[in-house]
């Protein structure tokens, strides 16, 4: 049996509208997980669904939630390669050098070098207080 919320639901198909009802109307939680460990944010954050990230992020949705494999909606994001999503969460706070479960970080989930590029700088501008190697 699924998981899905319907807040789920209406972040996987990017539906602005029925997201903003759902959280109006008020959710029991807006970090539940389905059966993968997905939350309604990596579902948005995986579909480039930029302003449905934003209304979760603003309704006080877990930026750094993790799936069953380590991967924060960070990770979606780069993996599909949603540029403006990612720049978005990076805006919010989103931790770039968050590892998934295989020791993987966003951006080496990047298939696109822009998006590459991107988490770079933005890894490069954290400093070296942040190792990132083992």
């Not at 029925?18 to 579902?43: C, M, Q, T």
Request: charged content about 30%; some cysteine.
């Amino acid at each position: 049996m699924s998981k899905m919320t319907p807040l789920h639901h209406a972040a996987k198909r990017g539906t602005e509208s029925w997201i903003r009802e759902l959280l109006k109307e008020g959710v029991d939680n807006i970090n539940a997980k389905d059966n993968f460990g997905w939350s309604p944010l990596h579902y948005a954050a995986s579909g480039g669904h930029q302003m449905c990230c934003w209304y979760l992020l603003d309704a006080g949705a877990e930026l750094e939630a993790k799936d069953d494999s380590g991967d924060t909606p960070l990770h979606k994001a780069a993996w599909k390669g949603h540029l403006d999503t990612i720049n978005h969460l990076l805006e919010w706070g989103a931790d770039k050098t968050s590892k998934n479960n295989e020791g993987k970080y966003p951006l080496d989930l990047a298939r696109d070098t822009k998006i590459a590029l991107v988490l770079q700088l933005d890894l490069s501008e954290e400093g070296s207080e942040n190792e990132l190697s083992d």
